[in-house]
């Protein structure tokens, strides 16, 4: 079985400072982590993932994420926000039933965050 | 390279109607999913298919929902009937790679 929590539904910031987006998971097996984007009336966008490899992974629009397995934490942050960040974010677990990448596990999402930017 | 194409993009019914969303994922994705997005909620997964068979169905209410993938390309999600509760935003997504999921915009039900 595997969950996604993210902590804090809200999280207000001013521009130009940072944002930080909490997010733990729970899996049985390794897992490979995403953080999803939601702007209104759209559908989610990939931001980042994390599989193997390299636990500090980059994303889009100057966001990156941070695997740590011994805190089963993947928490998503951007060092200086813009307006155009305000937005819907959702942390998601998935697991590879197959090595490969190949199997499909279920893709699990957490209940979101709204970043809400200050000028 | 097109994207999810889902329709369509609202639908108002009255409770104890029947009502089918059409997904249409992006070209040689063998995963599609079916989440159900209730306002200020995440998704939740209703129905994961791969090619034509289902991976997960485990969080679809099957008294009522029901879905289908025609010859591991589009596909269907049907309610019938509707209740109140189904208000929601039904999200089709397809993938290639684990994980990685393409979203359609969404239909948005309102069940009155």
């Known amino acids: 079985a595997q969950s996604v929590t993210q902590l804090g539904s809200h999280v207000s910031v001013s521009e130009g400072a940072l944002v930080l987006l909490r997010c733990n998971y729970s899996?049985?097996?390794?897992?490979?982590l995403f953080w999803y984007v939601q702007y209104p009336n759209q559908g989610l966008q990939l931001l980042l993932k994390?599989?193997?490899?390299?636990?500090l992974v980059k994303g889009i629009n100057g966001f990156e994420a941070e695997f740590k397995k011994s805190e089963t934490s993947f928490h998503l942050t951007k060092p200086s926000a813009h307006m155009s960040d305000a937005a819907e974010y959702f942390c998601?677990?998935?697991?590879?039933?197959?090595?490969?990448?190949?199997?499909?596990?279920?893709?699990?999402f957490g209940q979101g965050t709204i970043l809400t930017v200050h000028p | 390279e097109a994207g999810v194409a889902q329709s369509p993009r609202y639908k108002i019914i009255e409770k104890r109607q029947s009502v089918a969303f059409w997904c249409n994922p992006i070209?040689?994705?063998?995963?599609l999913y079916w989440y159900q997005q209730i306002l200020g909620q995440g998704p939740k997964l209703l129905i994961q298919?791969?090619?034509?068979?289902?991976?997960?169905d485990s969080q679809l209410p099957k008294d009522r929902f029901s879905a289908e993938r025609l010859k591991g390309v589009d596909s269907t999600l049907k309610i019938q009937p509707a209740k109140l509760e189904d208000s929601a935003v039904y999200l089709c997504?397809?993938?290639?790679?684990?994980?990685?999921?393409?979203f359609g915009q969404g239909t948005r039900l309102t069940v009155v």
């Open positions: 899996s049985s097996v390794p897992p490979y």
């Open positions: 997504a397809s993938s290639l790679i684990v994980g990685e999921a393409f």
């Open positions: 070209s040689g994705h063998a995963t």
């Open positions: 994390y599989t193997t490899g390299a636990t």
């Open positions: 998601a677990v998935s697991v590879d039933a197959n090595a490969g990448g190949t199997s499909y596990g279920k893709l699990t």
């Open positions: 298919f791969q090619n034509n068979g289902v991976v997960d």
